[in-house]
């Protein structure tokens, strides 16, 4: 009997270690034992609960305020109702956690699958107290998540702060705030706060601009939006010093910034300062496992103990859905493998996130390479940059805003990576993430959108990248049709 434990099972990748291995469940040289536990209440998932689901429900109100309010065709800027806003957030939410919920507890219907609805800690090597319970199973899976990371500042534990998750349920707004972090968690709720909340809002980032790892365009076209657009007062290369709290209630944070120290009072501070692995309460400490940077494979299994699977959130590598998932069916494979004596897969994911920067008005997507890790790794690249101006579309839709970019193998013509900051960027993810995974020679791609949508401007970076490389025939084809606007 091989008996697989998965604590954290309503979350996305602990779901997708059960799929998998009930999936190949015939393929264990003995028979599967799979015992899933979840103390959530009600249990749905990070992701579901209190991450990507409810956030993107509420910046969609502030998405339609803001693109009504910057249309000089109209008139007037519609109200925002927040707790109408929470509300219907709430209720998508519920019903998506119920079907989560209904499909872990259908999988407990399955012959030798149990699911147990308690707080689990190691008390040893893979040894699990589960309520009254004492669990020994051939391999533990953590997929416990994660929570918010809270810097130590001197006197943070003196104010009072606001995180994702209090930002989501909230229906009433102070007139003032400051944010810390300006990561995807800052660029997603900052507009939010200024559209929906009205809060005026100034933000602390710690380096010359956001999204530090692209060409520096990337990140000035996001300050100028946000400073221009939601009149957000973003401080670069700032230090937090110190925080305290204001005989009003509110909260003071010191920052240093130019070697000149200045203090900021608001009636509210935000801390968007990223999440940590969800791994508080689990008795770590009573086995061998010592999380840290390099605690967990790229196979998924844990340094020190190669029968307990780490994934998701927990492990603390890319803490990403989608990442969770694959994962999870990663581990899952790999159980089966080790199980059999085997040996391991690494899982080597192919970068593709997408934050939902401007209220998603304008969203960031990053597909595989930018041009510093493509310059890393020592392969012969090129690069080819759009402007969304470039192309009339973008301005009949009332956003000419953001820019793209192809990375491109000089030799191969393989599309190593994209990165768009524009409308719509999001809807062309999948689509890059499938032309960037699969290695395919920009010489091959079509060249041409249906006329007119936002696409056009991988129309026009496939056609540069044409150019770059030398095809001729590739590049007349298109430009013997009318050229954008």
């Not at 103390?39 to 991450?51: E, F, K, Q, Y």
């Not at 989501?168 to 709720?189: H, Q, R, S």
């Not at 956003?399 to 000089?410: I, K, M, S, Y």
Request: proline share 5%; with cysteine; charged share 25%.
């Amino acid at each position: 009997m091989v008996h697989v434990a998965i604590v954290g099972a309503y979350g996305s990748a602990g779901v997708a270690v059960a799929d998998e291995l009930l999936e190949r469940a015939d393929e264990f040289a003995d028979d599967l034992e799979l015992t899933l536990i979840d103390d959530g209440d009600p249990g749905g998932g990070l992701c579901i609960l209190r991450g990507c689901m409810p956030s993107k429900d509420v910046l969609s109100a502030g998405q339609h305020r803001y693109q009504a309010r910057h249309d000089d065709r109209l008139t007037g800027a519609p109200e925002i109702d927040p707790e109408a806003v929470v509300a219907r957030k709430d209720d998508h939410v519920s019903g998506f956690a119920e079907h989560r919920r209904r499909h872990v507890h259908e999988l407990a219907e399955n012959d030798g699958v149990e699911f147990v609805h308690e707080t689990a800690r190691f008390v040893d090597d893979r040894v699990l107290a589960v309520g009254d319970r004492r669990l020994e199973p051939s391999y533990v899976v953590v997929a416990t998540g994660s929570v918010p990371s809270v810097p130590t500042i001197p006197g943070i534990d003196a104010v009072e702060f606001e995180t994702s998750a209090d930002v989501l349920d909230a229906t009433e707004f102070p007139e003032t705030g400051i944010v810390m972090g300006f990561g995807y968690i800052g660029l997603e709720l900052a507009p939010y706060l200024s559209e929906v909340g009205g809060v005026d809002l100034t933000v602390i980032e710690h380096d010359d601009r956001p999204l530090e790892e692209l060409e520096p365009a990337y990140g000035d076209s996001i300050l100028d939006l946000y400073r221009d657009r939601f009149g957000i007062e973003i401080l670069t290369n700032a230090d937090e010093k110190h925080l305290e709290q204001t005989d009003d209630g509110g909260v003071r944070l010191v920052v240093e910034q130019a070697g000149e120290k200045r203090a900021l009072e608001a009636e509210q501070l935000y801390c968007f300062t990223g999440r940590r692995p969800a791994l508080d309460g689990l008795g770590l400490e009573q086995t061998r496992l010592e999380p840290g940077d390099r605690w967990v494979e790229p196979t998924m299994q844990a340094a020190d103990d190669g029968r307990v699977f780490v994934v998701g959130d927990a492990n603390g590598r890319e803490p990403i859905l989608h990442v969770a998932k694959e994962q999870g069916f990663a581990a899952a494979e790999n159980i089966v493998s080790h199980s059999r004596g085997e040996g391991c897969e690494p899982y080597v994911n192919v970068p593709h996130h997408v934050i939902f920067s401007g209220l998603g008005v304008t969203p960031f997507v990053r597909i595989g390479h930018t041009p510093r890790t493509a310059a890393e790794s020592g392969m012969e690249t090129f690069v080819v940059t759009r402007e969304a101006a470039s192309d009339g579309v973008f301005r009949t839709k009332n956003h000419p805003e953001g820019r793209a970019t192809l990375v491109v193998n000089a030799e191969t013509g393989a599309v190593l990576g994209y990165q768009g900051l524009h409308l719509h960027a999001d809807v062309m993810a999948k689509t890059m993430q499938v032309v960037v995974e699969l290695g395919l020679d920009v010489r091959d791609l079509p060249n041409r959108a249906y006329h007119p949508t936002t696409p056009e401007i991988l129309d026009g970076l496939i056609r540069e990248a044409c150019a770059e490389l030398g095809d001729r025939q590739h590049c007349v084809g298109a430009s013997s049709r009318e050229p954008s606007l």
